[in-house]
Nanobody, 123 residues
Framework: QVQLVESGGGLAQAGGSLRLSCAAS????????MGWFRQAPGKEREFVGS????????RYADSVKSRFTISRDNAKNTVYLQMSSLKPEDTAVYYC????????????????WGQGTQVTVSS
């Protein structure tokens, strides 16, 4: 099990940027694939991006591809989500999640979740 704490959310203008961080506890962070998900008001939680244990494999939702970049620093037990060219429709609570093994796009595959951080994009 790993404990996850997101940070970096806040208010941004359309076209702006934010970087989210997700800090993980424990000494086995490099054994976990990581995912980012988001939930907008009144909507289901959805996949945003994922990264493999080594960081070599990254996947993105079509809605954020070319605008968002996921990365990780295993020495710091942290995964990042760099968000650029933000749109009002990116407004949501963003969650990071962890699972042992290969990264996937499915929420049900992830075992450990953070508490979420709010991102609000104004037009």
């Amino acid at each position: 099990q790993v404990q996850l704490v997101e940070s970096g959310g806040g208010l941004a203008q359309a076209g702006g940027s934010l970087r989210l961080s997700c800090a993980a506890s424990g000494r086995t962070f490099s054994s976990y694939a990581m995912g980012w998900f988001r939930q907008a008001p009144g909507k289901e939680r959805e996949f945003v991006g994922s990264i493999s244990m080594s960081g070599a494999i990254k996947r993105y939702a079509d809605s954020v591809k070319s605008r968002f970049t996921i990365s990780r620093d295993n020495a710091k037990n942290t995964v990042y989500l760099q968000m650029s060219s933000l749109k009002p429709e990116d407004t949501a609570v963003y969650y990071c999640a962890a699972r042992r093994g290969a990264s996937t796009t499915l929420q049900s595959d992830y075992i450990d979740w953070g508490q979420g951080t709010q991102v609000t994009v104004s037009s």
